[in-house]
């Protein structure tokens, strides 16, 4: 995608005019952002996207004809594009919602989260900032187009990490996480021993439907860590509002510190884990925006531990990860190559 210039083009999906006005209006309160149209099918926004070109297409879920599930896997095989769903359809804790965000989309809201009577205070500045941040951001593709690449030869350097032994696996990621973490994840088998730690910033309310939802495409149980828990073989998602952390006796803690503009933070979990395993340390740190991850990136790599970056090519935003690599990575690559050196890992005995 080319560098977005001039004001942001959005399409709206959306089968009640009504809303589609209010919304188009609430958009349109920022002089950076145009309405290029409002569509009021999935089959007619496939179409749009075709013709109008738009920066971003905010989309409603429950449509008439192809739901918009079918439109994101759609466009992001044939026209991909920044997809923000905006919809009744996915209240906390669907798993449709996770089905969209795995499938490509960037961001879910409910339609019950848009003051859209409110369009001029701070709240609503916030969003159409973020919206406008969205738009200039590379699609990521489906999971199906990940696990095709999943199926080529792995990077030949994945051979030179196994230094040594794991004891847990620390993964962060952002915009664009939940279909690379799909994509690893699956990969891992049945009988993985190393406990998988994971922080996916995620819309407040709908981390658990996502966990529902992954538990049934993979191999190894999903589940939402609980404080106290013994980190066991699985893989354990940090919550909404807390840090997750693992403590010297191998036990999830769950904090509200340090503050800061995540919680659950990356770095929060990836400096746990350096303090706690030392050189049986591994921190991945995929797609996302800013700088999470790459103090704690840096804690592992100081105390001897494995540390791995997604690429720029396979990242839908090139922030979290870069910062990583350029703080220095064992292994920065594609989604496929990270999998594979994930997979190729020897657990640690005694520590977890």
């Known amino acids: 995608m080319s560098p977005v210039t001039g004001p942001r083009r959005v399409l709206i999906c959306e089968d009640s005019r009504a809303y589609a006005t209010a919304l188009s209006r609430f958009l349109e309160r920022d002089p950076e952002i145009e309405v290029v149209g409002i569509a009021p099918t999935g089959e007619q926004a496939i179409a749009e996207v075709e013709r109008l070109e738009p920066h971003l297409l905010t989309l409603d879920m429950q449509l008439p004809g192809m739901d918009g599930l079918e439109v994101v ?19 906390r804790g669907s798993e449709r919602a996770a089905a969209a965000l795995a499938a490509g989309a960037l961001e879910i809201l409910s339609k019950e989260q848009l003051r859209l009577d409110q369009p001029d205070d701070v709240w609503a500045q916030a969003m159409r900032s973020r919206l406008r941040r969205l738009s200039s951001m590379r699609a990521g593709r489906s999971g199906r187009a990940r696990r095709q690449d999943q199926r080529r030869p792995p990077a030949p ?46 819309t407040p309310g709908f981390i658990d439907g996502f966990v529902r939802w992954l538990d049934r495409k993979v191999a190894l149980p999903v589940r939402v860590a609980a404080d106290g828990a013994r980190a066991t073989a699985g893989i354990w ?36 884990l350096a303090q706690s395993l030392g050189a049986e340390a591994v921190g991945v740190v ?10 704690g990136a840096a804690e592992i790599r100081r105390a001897g531990g494995l540390v791995i970056a997604q690429d720029e090519a396979s990242s839908v935003v090139f922030g979290m990860p870069r910062a990583v690599a350029e703080e220095g990575a064992d292994l920065v690559a594609e989604p496929a190559g990270l999998a594979h050196a994930l997979a190729a890992l020897r657990p640690a005995r005694g520590k977890t």
């Open 73 to 91: 896997k759609t466009l992001m095989e044939s026209h991909p594009l920044p997809v923000v769903v905006i919809s009744a359809q996915v209240a």
């Open 157 to 202: 350097r994945t051979a030179e990490l196994r230094r040594g032994p794991a004891a847990a696996i620390g993964i962060g990621a952002s915009t664009g996480g939940p279909p690379v973490l799909e994509a690893i994840l699956e990969e891992l088998p049945a009988d993985f021993a190393v406990p998988v730690l994971v922080v996916q910033h995620m």
């Open 237 to 272: 998602f940090a919550p909404d509002g807390a840090h997750l952390l693992l403590t010297e006796s191998g036990r999830f803690a769950l904090a509200d510190q340090p503050p800061g503009p995540h919680r659950p933070s990356v770095d929060s979990l990836l400096s746990s």
């Open 286 to 295: 995929l797609t996302g925006m800013g700088r999470d991850g790459a103090m």
